[in-house]
């Protein structure tokens, strides 16, 4: 089944119920409506320069970022990232498995003063010691200090310190695989997600793709993801598939080389789960359909 159909029957699921208690829900700051996924087409396509929002590019071409992330933004198209998943000012967000902090300065940049990050990591062990020090030394600058740091592991009862229905949206970029691969706890995980968020708050995960059909195969060898896998894994705690978007999308990767070889050109899947029955702009649904 494809992306486009699944989505598809989770969206008349979702209007059914939607329709069916007579009301919606909002959890933007902005209060906008999400608009229905289409049912015809498998992604949205990417997002034009100019539907960018302001807020997103500024912070992308702040000239207080690091040399080493602006170098990496070409690959990792940030812009698609923060408007396919409608990250606003004053949101409050939460950057699962930040590694370095790459992503949480741009939350940081985005949601700006009136918003909240909540960059998380795992204890580092020595091996990784210099990816904790990474982190710890861009979480001190003045410009994040609307940034929490979490380190906790992923089994942690309070993983998220926030209070229930209290997040717009949370987003892991690129390590979902690592979770599964390491066989940390992605149930408590993403109990601990679907309980943080308000409802129809977005969750969304960028991955690299594996093959279809290879499941968790990957996961510690290239470095990959059997998309259907992940999703059926996040829908275990109740979100919904609402939204996919092909903007990191590389055709000609065969998803059978190791993902550090060659950076910013695997092909990559973004998607968007809703916190179900509601349907709501805890994005505003921004390239859903497009």
Sequence with gaps: MTTGMRIGRRWLVLSTLVAFAGFSWTSSPAGAQMQPV???TAESAPIPASQIP???????NSPDRP???????????????????????????????AGGGYMTELFSLVVGPKGTVYSQNIPFSEKFKKIGDQWDE????????????????????????????SLDAVII???YHDIVGFKMSTENLNA???KALKPGGIYGIVDHSAPAGTGATDTTTLH?????????????????????????????????????KHRGETDRFMLK????????????????GQ
């Design 138 to 165: 861009r979480l001190k600058q003045p410009a994040l200090k609307n940034v929490v740091k979490v380190s906790k592991p992923f089994d942690a009862p309070d993983l998220l310190p926030v209070p229930p229905d």
């Design 67 to 97: 040399a080493a992330d602006k170098a990496l933004d070409a690959g990792r198209r940030p812009d698609q990232i923060m408007a396919f998943y409608g990250i606003k000012p004053g949101m409050k967000v939460a950057d699962i498995f």
């Design 224 to 260: 990959r993801i059997d998309e259907d896998f992940l999703i059926k894994d996040v829908e275990k705690a109740g979100f919904k598939l609402y939204g996919a978007s092909s903007a990191l999308r590389h055709p000609e990767d065969d998803r059978t080389w190791l993902v550090f």
């Design 38 to 40: 289409a049912t015809s």
């Design 192 to 194: 601990a997600v679907f």
């Design 273 to 288: 789960f809703v916190k179900a029955p509601a349907v709501a702009a805890g994005a505003n649904g921004s390239g859903a």
């Design 173 to 175: 970029h690129l390590n």
């Design 54 to 60: 302001k807020e997103v590019t500024d912070a992308i």
